[in-house]
């Protein structure tokens, strides 16, 4: 384990909010919006990357106004590979930003969209892809 185990219902309250920021920044491609909130959800998964899941603003947010009124999860999850999704997404953003400034949206959108689509997946199904991508990942490399 790789630190202290989160509570799973933080990081998907996360992707909720998350989704909906990167949903209208795709909306805003053409206008000032997308930079933005790309910059703004950037940052978020900045924090999560480098301080940890449970100290990025939505988490953390949730482990402290939302959590303590249900009561305990269910399970408890190692945060190493949360951890290792939010270095990914925040990879895909800040391509999107360089390419977005440089004039090239198409390749902005692909990437927004892509961390978008993973965001959802988790908002909607609780399942993690870039979790399960580090998983593979860690598997070949072993």
């Known amino acids: 384990m790789a630190g202290t185990l ?4 933080g990081p998907r309250f996360a992707s ?34 480098t301080l940890g899941v449970a100290n990025q603003p939505y988490v953390w947010f949730f ?3 939302i ?16 951890r290792a999704a939010q270095a990914v ?13 440089l004039g090239g949206l198409a390749i902005a959108a692909v990437c927004v969209a892509a961390a978008w ?9 609780g399942y993690c892809i870039g979790c399960q991508g580090y998983t593979v990942w860690k598997d070949i490399r072993s």
């Open 67 to 82: 959590a303590p009124h249900l009561g305990e999860p269910k399970r408890w999850q190692d945060p190493t590979a949360p």
């Open 63 to 65: 482990n402290r106004a």
């Open 16 to 49: 909720v909010i998350t989704a909906i920021v990167l949903g209208l920044a795709l909306l805003g491609i053409y206008s000032s919006v997308f930079p933005v909130l790309t910059g703004i959800q950037a940052v978020v998964f900045l924090v999560g990357a």
């Open 6 to 9: 989160i509570d799973p219902r």
């Open 117 to 125: 689509v993973v965001a959802l997946t988790l908002a909607l199904t």
């Open 89 to 101: 997404a925040l990879l895909l953003t800040l391509v999107a930003l360089i390419a977005w400034f």
